[in-house]
């Protein structure tokens, strides 16, 4: 088990810069599942309304997508180390603000703070990940995202477990104040590392001082460049339906399973699990870095299958296996097409590749939940069918991923090969006569 674990303490004990920006993301992604159950309580407390409690999540959800083009263009032009201290420090501030909240009438903060914070996140998380390969070598980069997508898992399995013992223990109020610590902690951690970036020519500045223009040419060099644009779109529709069958996990424990929160708690710690062991296993089975586009396609494919038996069964265990199951290749999705999007962006572009990715991704999961939420307020279908049908949607998807997708990918990875062979002088050798 050491003998696994080693190249991931070598990493961590061997690469200072890496070491640091991988602590700050695991006590700020803390602070983040730490506090948001302290939210919902305020939300509870003062209104006593489902739809406020899941206006909440739709202003988080939409303010990540509409400031994303703008974010990834902040992200490419502006130091990255400097943005990311300065969204801790402000993400710390505004958590303080939800103190602020204390009753119907001061509810309205609570949305627009979240928006206000959400919009920091969406500066953060493109400049954390562009960053990633600037601070490893090319043969650490695939740890490094394994590591910081099994550190994701573990804090989103045990954060909201203990914030919400520390909501109902010490109150809102003292979880806001952690809450803004870890942010400011979090961002003295990465003000002490040294983050390397390619910085745009300043004839390349002067034609993107326009914020419009930077964003344009984001768009653009995705859709010039299939290499990059495939794996920036695995996320997004593996999500088309992954978003809708993750929140109705939330309606199997209560109508099915009849547990309420402890059997969301266990559903979404068996998904934790699964993210964080998915990409480990998802390396040793393609091993092969010019395959993992097809492996993306499988995953979706597993995913899909494995959430298809979530509808048939009302076993409690076996429900657990599944869906950690289906996680793993969620998980593995998540890693192999982040680091092919590392490997593939140039520096000054990867920002806006990544919030690109990140504006697909939340837009498929908000239009995903809604579709599933509807399908049910209206009855059209059951719990179950409704599970199979977005299960089986993400099949399909899969399906077409590798049918479509793939031979566009073996077409590049042929054209790339043919390069490196001739670079490398390679001769066909003489026939003997």
């Given at each position: 088990m050491n003998r696994k674990l080693q190249p991931y303490i070598d990493l961590v004990r061997g690469n200072r810069n890496f070491r640091l920006l991988w602590l700050s993301q695991v006590i700020s992604n803390f602070g983040d599942w730490f506090g948001i159950l302290a939210i919902y309580a305020l939300i509870q407390t003062y209104s006593g309304s489902e739809f406020l409690l899941g206006l909440i999540i739709?202003?988080?959800m939409l303010s990540?997508?509409?400031?994303?083009?703008?974010?990834?263009?902040?992200?490419?032009?502006?130091?990255?180390?400097r943005l990311m201290v300065w969204c801790d420090l402000l993400r710390g501030l505004i958590v303080l603000g939800f103190l602020l909240i204390v009753s119907f009438e001061t509810l309205w903060l609570a949305y627009v703070l979240t928006a206000?914070?959400?919009?920091?996140?969406?500066?953060?998380?493109?400049a954390k990940t562009s960053s990633i390969p600037n601070v490893t070598t090319p043969d650490e980069l695939v740890n490094a995202n394994i590591l910081s997508a099994a550190s994701w898992s573990v804090i989103f399995t045990t954060g909201m477990a203990i914030g919400g013992l520390a909501t109902a223990w010490l109150g809102?109020?003292?979880?806001?104040?952690?809450?803004?610590i870890t942010y400011f902690y979090s961002g003295w951690i990465i003000y002490l590392a040294i983050v390397p970036q390619a910085e745009m020519s300043d004839?390349?500045?002067?034609?993107?001082?326009?914020?419009?223009?930077g964003i344009k040419e984001g768009f653009v060099y995705l859709k010039r460049n299939n290499?990059?644009?495939?794996?920036?779109?695995?996320?997004?529709?593996?999500?088309?339906?992954?978003?809708?069958?993750?929140y109705l996990l939330i309606i199997v424990s209560e109508d099915i399973l009849m547990m309420g929160s402890i059997g969301l708690g266990l559903l979404y710690a068996a998904r934790g699990i699964g993210t964080g062991i998915g990409p480990v296993v998802g390396r040793r089975v393609f091993k092969n870095e010019r395959k993992w586009v097809k492996a993306m396609g499988i995953c979706m494919v597993l995913c899909g299958l494995f959430y298809l038996m979530v509808g048939f069964t009302n076993s409690l265990l076996?429900?657990?296996?599944?869906?950690?199951?289906?996680?793993?290749?969620?998980?593995?999705?998540?890693?192999?097409?982040?680091?092919?999007?590392?490997?593939?962006?140039?520096?000054?572009?990867?920002?806006?590749?990544?919030s690109t990715e990140w504006l697909l991704f939340t837009l498929a999961q908000s239009v995903s939940v809604t579709a599933a939420s509807l399908i049910l307020e209206f009855n059209i279908l059951s719990i179950e069918q409704t599970i199979g049908l977005f299960a089986f949607v993400l099949m399909l998807l899969g399906s077409g991923w590798l049918l479509r997708v793939v031979p566009l990918e073996a077409s590049y990875t042929g054209e790339l090969l043919q390069k490196e062979t001739d670079r490398q002088g390679y001769k066909v050798p003489r026939e003997k006569v």
């Open positions: 739709v202003v988080k990540l997508a509409f400031f994303s083009p703008l974010a990834g263009y902040i992200t490419d032009r502006f130091n990255r180390k206000l914070q959400m919009m920091l996140s969406a500066i953060f998380q493109p809102t109020d003292l979880v806001f104040i952690i809450n803004s004839q390349e500045k002067k034609r993107t001082r326009n914020p419009l223009v290499q990059v644009l495939r794996p920036a779109l695995a996320k997004g529709t593996m999500t088309m339906c992954l978003g809708a069958l993750v076996l429900m657990l296996l599944l869906v950690m199951i289906a996680h793993m290749a969620s998980g593995a999705n998540w890693v192999m097409s982040t680091v092919l999007l590392q490997r593939r962006t140039p520096d000054t572009f990867r920002g806006r590749a990544f």
